[in-house]
């Protein structure tokens, strides 16, 4: 199984900043096969990312992935506060398609 | 619209079973994997397995192999989750979410989530 392990852990910061989250993962990963979420308190996830790098459909340019192999960012340029929230990445080169344990976003 | 509606919150008893459901619209459910997502109380996200609804092709997690049963009915664009004899470790929120394509990929939509509860 990959496991994936998001750092850090928790992040505060405050509106207008560049907010980088990173997911390593132990085996590595096609690029194709990555994604990234966001979940809002008391929400369902939500895709921002696939494809490591391709914004899904109605996500605003803020967020953009990268990474290949074993490594990959999510960076969220211009935090507003909406962005709070915790965000996931999960691989699906390999069954089971696991997900990182997540890294808390905090707006100041 | 593509939408996924999950049934109600659950209370039940360990050693009971159970069976939430997940309704497709908006999309040819039979074309599209549906997956099955668990989050225990303030934790993390956990794939659990995939169904491919046109034939029930399914693939389990290894966490959950044996555990859990996931099916679908494509007579009612309907995936399922079932439990035979649940334990008060099951009791978490559950999603289905919807495969974008094929069987490996991202999962673009996803239900409002059914939240199990097991306690005696």
């Known amino acids: 199984e990959i496991v994936l392990t998001q750092s850090p852990g928790t992040l505060s910061l405050s509106p207008g900043e560049r907010a980088t989250l990173s997911c390593r993962a132990s085996q590595s990963v096609t690029s194709t096969y990555f994604a990234w979420y966001q979940q809002k308190p008391g929400q369902a996830p939500r895709v921002l990312i696939y494809?490591?790098?391709r914004r899904a459909t109605g996500i605003p340019d803020r967020f953009s992935g990268s990474g290949s192999g074993t490594d990959f960012t999510l960076t969220i340029s211009r935090l507003e506060p909406e962005d709070s929230a915790v965000y996931y990445c999960q691989q699906y080169t390999r069954s089971p398609y696991t997900f990182g344990q997540g890294t808390k976003l905090e707006i100041k | 619209e593509v939408q996924l509606v999950q049934s109600g919150a659950e209370v039940k008893k360990p050693g009971e079973s159970l069976k939430i459901s997940c309704k497709g619209s908006?999309?040819?459910?039979?074309?599209?994997?549906i997956g099955w997502v668990r989050q225990m109380p303030g934790k993390g996200l956990e794939w659990m397995g995939i169904?491919?609804?046109?034939?029930?092709?399914?693939r389990y997690s290894p966490s959950f192999q044996g555990q859990v049963t996931i099916s679908a009915d494509q007579s009612t664009n309907t995936a399922y989750l079932e439990w035979t004899s649940l334990k008060a470790s099951d009791s978490a929120m559950y999603y289905c979410a919807r495969v974008s394509s094929g069987m490996a990929s991202d999962l673009d939509y996803w239900g409002q989530g059914t939240l199990v509860t097991v306690s005696s």
């Open positions: 494809g490591a790098s």
């Open positions: 908006g999309y040819s459910f039979t074309s599209h994997w």
């Open positions: 169904i491919y609804p046109s034939d029930s092709d399914t």
